[in-house]
């Protein structure tokens, strides 16, 4: 194989707050660098990155080009068409509109299409022009999941070929001890006993349902104390305190913790002390939190439908998530496991959420950008 240019958009991982999208550019390029591929990386940023975000190497650039707006189409576009790579990869769903040459881009999921409801009207628009505009364009699509492969095809028509599923990897996460679970507790105000969603707060998350299947799961078992944890920044067309918990029974209001946005050394003991991960979420094309929720000993409830059934395996609980009785119903079952019941499920977790390394991710990334780029 010839020695490669490659340029890489690195934009998305310099943001301080990351959700899943975000966490997949810094760590599959992290991990792309540790490989020392015999090619040349160009990192191109819109801000300057923070020392030590990528390890050192003598086959790396960087390069800052500042934009307040539409960088993606401008800037990057520019820098593209100057410097003329053998591939262009960009890892969160959006090529610039015009450049030449070979590029691979990641798609994470087309949850907009699935549920437009759950997107302002302008974000929709936007997702679906540019995702598939890219999806299109591009050499090769990586696609977080067979899932999301599978929407590729029914919704854009891209041939099955084009597309190459590459698990994300989750790893970084370990079970937090009994001081650490216990600190977390009481920085942000929690009880002993909870269970955990954690993700960005909008609509497709499933929020509404959780909360009233949390309520009958209170109501019909009479448990004294348990809480629900609604973890992760606010999203769009959704807010809590106003269209949820209002709905809710005033005892079950005060059972309910919205504790915001979660700093990263704060999330292993945040999963590590919950009773169970509760993630129903209608749609996911990668659902990060059920795989991390494993890797810290934590038993997983989650949905049956899209990317979760084949991320979670046999190891997790998995329900309908457009039944509120069918997750109360779950929600039971995980909270009255056995201890031997809940050592199989934890060992299970570990088993399965080591199957998704970013080296893996990384080896899968790299063999698509030199097929991208033979002639």
Known sequence: MRRLRLAIDASRATLARRTGTENYARQLIRALIALRPPHDLTLYFRDAPPPGLFPESESVVYRVIPARRAWTHTRFAWEIARSRPDVTFVPAHTLPFVFPGPAVVTVH?????????????????????????????????????????????????????KIRVVYPGVEGLTRADEGQIAAVRAKYGLPDRYLLFLGTLQPRKNIRRLAEAFATYVAESGDPDLGLVLAGKAGWLLDVDRDILPHLPEPIRRRVFTPGYIADPDVAALYSGAVGLTFPSLYEGFGFPVLEAMRCGTPVLCAETSSLPELA??????????????????????????????????????AQAARFTWEGAARDCLSALEAAARP
């Not at 998995?318 to 060992?347: F, H, K, M, N, Y």
């Open 109 to 161: 999921d087309l949850g907009y299409r699935f549920f437009p409801e759950a997107h302002p009207l302008k974000e929709r628009l936007y997702l679906d022009l540019t995702t598939r505009y890219s999806a299109h364009r591009a050499t090769l699509i990586l696609a977080d999941s067979a899932a999301t492969r599978q929407d590729l095809i029914g919704q854009y028509g891209i041939p099955s070929d």
């Open 313 to 350: 395996g046999s190891a997790a609980l998995q329900v309908d998530p457009a039944s509120v009785a069918a997750i109360a119903a779950g929600i039971g079952a995980l909270v009255g496991l056995t201890p031997q019941a809940r050592a199989e499920r934890v060992a299970a977790g570990y």
